[in-house]
């Protein structure tokens, strides 16, 4: 069982950066796929940006493409999301997860979840 913990979220203004990381509590981290989603209220909970084991292989929601950017270190056990140029229209809880497969879209893909961290982005 992998137990997820994001931190470093909070509020920011319209065009300002955040760095989310979200920390793991086993070295088998390594081996897992990591993603993000996002849920902002009254909507679903929606995929963001994932990334394979190796750290090689990404893949981003067209609404973050060019402003996010997920990584790892698989020696921290830790991955984070830098986040730049930050729109009100990203405030939501943002939540890490992790799974066995590609670094794909669907939250079925991924069996570990965090508790998810508030970002609100003020205009």
């Known amino acids: 069982q992998v137990q997820l913990v994001e931190s470093g979220g909070g509020l920011v203004q319209a065009g300002g950066s955040l760095r989310l990381s979200c920390a793991a509590s086993?070295?088998?981290?390594?081996?897992?796929?990591m993603g993000w989603f996002r849920q902002a209220p009254g909507k679903e909970r929606e995929f963001v940006a994932a990334?394979?084991?190796?750290?090689?292989?990404?893949n981003y929601a067209d609404s973050v493409k060019g402003r996010f950017t997920i990584s790892r270190d698989n020696g921290k056990i830790v991955a984070y999301l830098q986040m730049n140029s930050l729109k009100p229209e990203d405030t939501a809880v943002y939540y890490c997860?992790?799974?066995?497969?590609?670094?794909?879209?669907?939250?079925?893909?991924?069996?570990?979840w965090g508790q998810g961290i508030q970002v609100t982005v003020s205009s």
């Open positions: 990334l394979d084991w190796s750290g090689v292989n990404t």
């Open positions: 997860a992790a799974g066995r497969g590609d670094p794909g879209p669907y939250s079925r893909e991924y069996a570990y």
């Open positions: 086993e070295r088998t981290f390594s081996i897992y796929t």
